[in-house]
Structure formats: structure tokens, C-alpha cells
């Protein structure tokens, strides 16, 4: 009998001491507060666990919006003056759009677009300057 009163005892100690000292952590920072300011800092954190989702959000729904651009230009005959052509990609972010190319030379102006799925051609072969352009557009958010 007398054990467990002493085992009891003992227990309760303990469970004073880690209260007190629980407490002392926890007083510094509730000096000067009330029940309305325990409130406000309620809202305040449900506030922000509601702009975290609306930002979740966004990020989902914006993940097919162009997100990455890449520009080349280059000169593909020989015979013409400057950097007059290029490939510009606009890819998503799945790395999925397309390539637009323009070849300049002195008597017309062609210009292309093939798709882009996931970083590669998608159907039509690319051409190095089509391929550097999307390897740019990649590049811009790492």
C-alpha cells in the first residue's frame, strides 16, 4: 500500500514538474494577450490556410498556360544579311506548345509551326534551331 502512495506521489511530481516548466515556455509568449487576440490570431492563421489553397489553385489551374518562351535567331542562307530568321517556342508547363519559325530570305518570308508534347516533336522532325529554341524555353524556370 504504501508503495503505491509513494509510486503516486512520485508520479504527481513529475507531472508538476513538467507542468511548470511547459508553462514557463509558454508565458512569455502569451504576456499581453487576451481572449480577442487569441482570436485575431485565429482568423489571421485561417486566413492564410485559405490563401495557400487559393495558391494551390492557381498553381493547378495555370499549369496549361504558356509559361516558358525561348527565342533563336539565326541565318539560314548563306547569301542574306543578319539574323533575319528565327524559332520562338511557347511551351506550357508540361513543356507541351509549340515551335514558331520563320524563314527570312530576300524575296519571301516562309513561316511554320509545329507542336511540341512534353519537350519533344510531336509529329514533325525539328530542326537544330527549332530544338535549341525549346531547349531555351525549358531552361527559363530552373
Partial sequence: MNFIIVGLSLWLLVLTFLWWRARGFRQP????????????????????????????????????????????????????????SFCLSL???????????SLHSRETT????????KGRAAGYDLSAEEKQAVLKAKRVNK
Fill in 91 to 101: 511551351l506550357d508547363g508540361e513543356d507541351s506548345g509549340l515551335v514558331i519559325s
Fill in 29 to 84: 509568449l502569451a504576456e499581453g494577450t487576451d481572449k480577442a487576440n487569441w482570436q485575431a490570431l485565429a482568423a489571421e492563421t485561417k486566413k492564410i490556410s485559405d490563401l495557400e489553397k487559393v495558391v494551390a489553385d492557381m498553381r493547378g489551374n495555370n499549369l496549361y498556360n504558356i509559361q516558358k518562351v525561348g527565342l533563336v535567331r539565326f541565318n539560314p542562307f548563306a547569301e542574306t544579311g543578319g539574323d533575319q
Fill in 110 to 117: 516562309r513561316i511554320y509551326a509545329k507542336p511540341v508534347s
